[in-house]
């Protein structure tokens, strides 16, 4: 890095998201420093000013506070709920901060227009929390494609596995339930997959089509004696979706992580989080919920040139890594997260390839190590006025979002959509 002194950042929403991307800064305090932090829940924005020594001017409760103080950080990190991503975002590049936004960019494809727009005019350094493209594994898999190892890549399969319980906390019970709140399904949890589906392909995508919808999660699969909420019910204890099976476990474990439970609730005290699971909607029956999203989707894609993909997005799996096939013209991959297993057709040799998440220590362990090179690429990019250095800015980011859109499109309208 060429800058003498720490990036200094901005943090709007001191949720999940925006905790976990300020990690970075405790871990390189050399390199980056949150000195401002926009939170309107007072729990959760007084445990990050004291753990990151924020001054009480500079601890807001909503985003447009900090605007009054003109420019109090090179960079902003925009971490709150998916719709509300536009405004903020616009606002905070026409003060000249740099930007770095949680996916997806916005919830219509005016918006994302808009904000790759002013982003660029501003000349603001941008990117989007794509955070698969910056793992271990992607890297391996990304020099293996461009050495030619399987030759011309014609088809990929991948598999997104929710995950049942996961499913239940984020698209049955949680945040994004319903479409007409938050991100459609597809947006929400796999712009993701097909931003890096046309990373690896590297190449546009230029139709899809796509099928799902809500199947299982609705009122008519209601087991019988089942009640309103997990805490009152009679069958609560053969059911997978338990609240209290997930968040606070039984003789087999608790089936989420702290992460997902920090969601929920900032108390570290059991019988206050016992309190606020209780009480709010993540204890309700996932048969009674007023959600809407899908809870499974296969997309279908080609690319320039003919080449092919399939996305399958799916609540009923263990909650675990992606899963890929890579077939090309003189080999094949398949990979978890981990392991890359490349079938050469000359030799019909397989060679397996152990790719750990990281390789450097940090609780920034998410998604493969994404979430730590993600920030580690955005504060370098400031740090050196470089925009190359981000591997998902303003232009990649919007192509892909129109795929998504075209694709959602497809789905509920049983089309053929092209993309221009």
């Keep these: 890095m060429t800058k003498n002194k720490p990036v200094t950042v901005l943090v709007v929403g001191a949720g999940a998201r925006g905790t976990l991307y300020a990690q970075y800064a405790l871990e390189n305090p050399d390199e980056a420093k949150v000195v401002a932090v926009c939170e309107p829940r007072d729990e959760y924005r007084n445990q990050f000013v004291e753990k990151h020594l924020i001054s009480d001017d500079l601890a807001f409760t909503d985003w447009r506070q900090a605007l009054d103080k003109e420019?109090?950080?090179?960079?902003?990190?925009?971490?709150i709920q998916d719709q509300f991503h536009t405004e903020p975002c616009i606002e905070f590049a026409k003060l000249g901060y740099d930007i770095l936004l949680e996916k997806p960019m916005a919830i219509r494809v005016e918006e994302c227009e808009e904000i790759a727009r002013v982003v660029k005019e501003n000349k603001v350094i941008f990117g989007v929390c794509h955070v698969m493209r910056y793992t271990r594994y992607t890297r391996t898999l990304k020099k293996l494609i461009g050495d030619g190892t399987i030759g011309q890549i014609m088809n990929i399969q991948n598999l997104e596995p929710v995950g049942y319980w996961h499913q239940a906390h984020s698209f049955v019970r949680g945040n994004w339930r319903r479409d007409d709140e938050a991100a459609f399904m597809l947006l929400a949890k796999s712009c993701h997959d097909i931003d890096w589906l046309r990373y690896l392909m590297d190449k546009k995508i230029k139709a899809v089509s796509s099928f799902g919808r809500?199947?299982?999660?609705?009122?008519?699969?209601?087991?019988?004696?089942a009640g309103e909420n997990c805490f009152e019910c009679d069958v609560e204890s053969t059911c997978a979706y338990s609240a209290k099976k997930?968040?606070?476990?039984?003789?087999?474990?608790r089936k989420c992580t702290d992460y997902y439970v920090n969601v929920i609730s900032p108390q570290t005290d059991d019988d206050l989080r016992l309190r606020d699971i209780k009480a709010g909607p993540y204890s309700k029956c996932v048969y009674t919920?007023?959600?809407n999203v899908v809870d499974q989707q296969v997309v279908n894609m080609m690319f320039e040139g003919g080449a092919t993909a399939t996305h399958t997005m799916t609540a009923f799996t263990k909650f675990s890594d992606r899963k890929t096939r890579i077939?090309?013209?003189?080999?094949?991959?398949?990979g978890d997260g981990e392991t890359i297993t490349v079938f050469d057709f000359l030799t019909e040799k397989e060679t397996v390839h152990i790719v750990p998440p990281h390789d450097v220590e940090t609780a920034m362990s998410g998604h493969g190590g994404g979430d730590y090179y993600l920030i580690q690429n955005f504060v370098a990019a400031v740090a050196n006025r470089d925009q190359s250095m981000i591997l998902a800015g303003p232009d990649e980011s919007l192509e892909t979002h129109k795929a998504v859109f075209a694709a959602e499109d497809a789905r509920l309208n049983m089309t053929v959509n092209q993309i221009d």
Excluded: M, Q, W
């Excluded at 997930?246 to 474990?253: A, H, L, M, R, S």
């Design 71 to 79: 420019k109090v950080a090179d960079a902003v990190y925009i971490c």
């Design 327 to 334: 077939f090309g013209t003189r080999g094949s991959i398949e």
């Design 214 to 225: 809500l199947v299982h999660f609705i009122a008519d699969n209601k087991p019988n004696g």
């Design 246 to 253: 997930i968040y606070i476990g039984d003789e087999n474990g």
């Design 289 to 291: 919920c007023d959600n």
